[in-house]
């Protein structure tokens, strides 16, 4: 895993949990010492991170403020870690390293290649090498990063609704967020014009929302900062964590906090101008409480029609035609603009038509066929909607690891990024797309590794 370390920011209060035991890391000032115990949430497992110049984290226990401490800052397997008083020395600085599993993380000292694990019988924290055999990494090395929620943990996130436009306005000073269409977004006095309508797209599995203004970009925490001063931007979609936001409800039942997903930071407008947007404290205030204004699409008054002596038989309108692909309100898909994601492999034509509102869409092969209800889609295929002749709409399917568009994800497919990798085979566009695992718009060893670990059956990329 090298130093391919995570940045959350600084100054954020944490819970530790380990994924094998799910117990926290507690704090016992007394002894010194650090054990893992089952959630109280009290102060002694309360960990407030102080980010280093080299990236590295300082754990500071919040009941004493002492610091995580790997023992005399030995290198010997097994060396206990423990607390000690916050010195600034190396063996109290943690590199917090990704992992192939989303949301857990490895935790190692900043100058050892031993990661912290916790024993299964004690419950005691040491230094052990990353065990790679297991499932990577083993459980005992995997650790949760759990943010403490907004003031004090009495606000969970909430759910207002699964995908909706809105207006989001300060509390504080009257403005409304807007696209300004050059990649930044600000606070601007409230127009309702198209600039100040976003789109916020619900995720179940991390309780969060992506806010994706006029411009088709989404707000974004700059450079994936979280602390407090870190500007919003509007950034191309890549629904990574910097992406995903909280929404918390207030006790007036109007207005709400919002948060990124890996800080307890809350989006503010500064007081000083008014129109900056960023992130800022952890605490109720009227510059970090926004009404979310639900905009639906006003429907034109006709005009009326004269009645003439005698009165016509008025002529029915026509059935509406479908003239858009729409998916269902709690589809797993993802539409990104032409391209439709989150397909898995082995899915049918009718397993895929399933997650659309549509009831005249079809599935068509890489020739154009139109492919039957019990057969496999793959990479390439398209989703039409063909009414009376007329094409109004169509989106082409991407499966993760699906490179040659047969459905599935095969050592064809693992050979193929192989030898991509190794300059011997070249990638078409919609291969590409296929091959980027991880989805950051670029091709990297990290792609080619979960493709290898998907195909051994070590993780499974869909999940």
């Given at each position: 895993?090298g130093?391919?370390?995570?940045?959350?920011?600084?100054?954020?209060?944490?819970?530790?949990?380990?994924?094998?035991?799910?117990?926290?890391?507690?704090?016992?000032?007394?002894?010194y010492?650090?054990?893992f115990?089952?959630?109280t949430?009290?102060?002694?497992?309360?960990w407030?991170?102080?980010?280093?110049?080299?990236?590295?984290?300082?754990f500071?226990?919040?009941?004493?403020?002492?610091?995580?401490?790997?023992?005399?800052?030995?290198?010997?397997?097994?060396?206990?870690?423990?607390?000690?008083?916050?010195?600034?020395?190396?063996?109290?600085g943690?590199?917090?390293l990704?992992?192939?599993?989303?949301?857990?993380?490895?935790?190692?000292?900043?100058?050892?290649?031993?990661?912290?694990?916790?024993?299964?019988?004690?419950?005691?924290?040491?230094?052990?090498?990353?065990?790679?055999s297991?499932?990577?990494?083993?459980?005992?090395?995997?650790?949760?990063?759990?943010?403490?929620?907004?003031?004090g943990?009495?606000l969970?996130?909430?759910?207002?609704?699964?995908?909706?436009?809105?207006?989001?306005?300060?509390?504080?000073?009257?403005?409304?967020?807007?696209?300004?269409?050059?990649?930044?977004?600000?606070?601007?006095?409230?127009?309702?014009?198209?600039?100040?309508?976003?789109?916020?797209?619900?995720?179940?599995?991390?309780?969060?929302?992506?806010?994706?203004?006029?411009?088709?970009?989404?707000?974004?925490?700059?450079?994936?900062?979280?602390?407090?001063?870190?500007?919003?931007?509007?950034?191309?979609?890549?629904?990574?964590?910097?992406?995903?936001?909280?929404?918390?409800?207030?006790?007036?039942?109007?207005?709400?906090?919002?948060?990124?997903?890996?800080?307890?930071?809350?989006?503010?407008?500064?007081?000083?101008?008014?129109?900056?947007?960023?992130?800022?404290?952890?605490?109720?205030?009227?510059?970090?409480?926004?009404?979310?204004?639900?905009?639906?699409?006003?429907?034109?008054?006709?005009?009326?029609?004269?009645?003439?002596?005698?009165?016509?038989?008025?002529?029915?309108?026509?059935?509406?035609?479908?003239?858009?692909?729409?998916l269902?309100?709690?589809?797993?898909?993802?539409?990104?603009?032409?391209?439709?994601?989150?397909?898995?492999?082995?899915?049918?034509?009718?397993?895929?038509?399933?997650?659309?509102?549509?009831?005249?869409?079809?599935?068509?092969?890489l020739?154009?066929?139109?492919?039957?209800?019990?057969?496999?889609?793959?990479?390439?295929?398209?989703?039409?909607?063909?009414?009376?002749?007329?094409?109004?709409?169509?989106?082409?399917?991407?499966?993760?690891?699906?490179?040659?568009?047969?459905?599935?994800?095969?050592?064809?497919?693992?050979?193929?990024?192989?030898?991509?990798?190794?300059?011997?085979?070249?990638?078409?566009?919609?291969?590409?797309?296929?091959?980027?695992?991880?989805?950051?718009?670029?091709?990297?060893?990290?792609d080619?590794?979960?493709?290898?670990?998907?195909?051994?059956?070590?993780?499974n990329?869909?999940?």
């Amino acid at each position: 895993y090298g130093n391919w370390y995570l940045n959350f920011g600084t100054g954020s209060t944490v819970y530790v949990r380990n994924v094998a035991s799910g117990k926290l890391m507690t704090a016992n000032p007394f002894a010194y010492d650090v054990h893992f115990n089952d959630a109280t949430y009290g102060d002694d497992q309360k960990w407030r991170l102080e980010r280093r110049a080299d990236g590295s984290y300082e754990f500071i226990s919040v009941s004493s403020g002492l610091a995580l401490d790997v023992l005399n800052g030995a290198l010997d397997t097994g060396t206990t870690v423990n607390l000690y008083n916050d010195t600034g020395f190396r063996a109290q600085g943690f590199y917090i390293l990704p992992t192939d599993t989303e949301d857990y993380f490895m935790i190692k000292p900043c100058y050892a290649s031993n990661v912290l694990d916790v024993n299964g019988s004690t419950f005691d924290l040491h230094i052990y090498p990353p065990n790679l055999s297991d499932p990577i990494p083993r459980a005992a090395q995997m650790f949760e990063i759990v943010f403490e929620n907004i003031c004090g943990n009495w606000l969970p996130p909430t759910n207002i609704g699964n995908n909706f436009t809105a207006y989001i306005t300060n509390e504080a000073t009257g403005h409304t967020f807007t696209d300004m269409g050059d990649g930044s977004v600000k606070a601007l006095g409230t127009t309702k014009a198209d600039n100040q309508i976003f789109n916020f797209v619900y995720d179940a599995s991390t309780k969060s929302y992506q806010i994706i203004g006029n411009s088709g970009k989404a707000l974004d925490c700059f450079w994936g900062f979280f602390g407090d001063g870190c500007e919003l931007v509007m950034a191309d979609k890549s629904n990574a964590a910097h992406q995903r936001f909280r929404i918390y409800g207030d006790f007036d039942g109007v207005h709400y906090y919002i948060s990124p997903v890996h800080t307890n930071r809350l989006v503010d407008v500064d007081a000083g101008t008014t129109t900056k947007v960023h992130l800022f404290g952890s605490g109720g205030n009227s510059n970090r409480k926004f009404k979310i204004t639900k905009y639906t699409k006003p429907t034109p008054t006709p005009t009326p029609t004269p009645t003439p002596t005698p009165t016509p038989t008025p002529t029915p309108d026509p059935e509406p035609i479908e003239d858009s692909i729409i998916l269902k309100g709690n589809s797993s898909y993802v539409m990104d603009g032409s391209d439709l994601y989150k397909v898995v492999a082995g899915q049918t034509a009718k397993d895929v038509l399933a997650q659309f509102d549509n009831t005249k869409a079809a599935v068509y092969d890489l020739s154009g066929n139109l492919v039957p209800a019990n057969a496999l889609v793959g990479t390439g295929y398209t989703v039409q909607l063909i009414v009376d002749g007329v094409k109004y709409d169509s989106v082409t399917i991407i499966i993760k690891g699906d490179l040659n568009g047969d459905g599935e994800v095969s050592g064809t497919d693992y050979l193929r990024i192989k030898e991509y990798f190794l300059g011997k085979f070249k990638l078409d566009a919609l291969a590409l797309k296929a091959a980027d695992i991880d989805s950051n718009v670029e091709i990297e060893s990290a792609d080619y590794m979960k493709m290898k670990s998907h195909f051994l059956g070590i993780i499974n990329i869909f999940k």
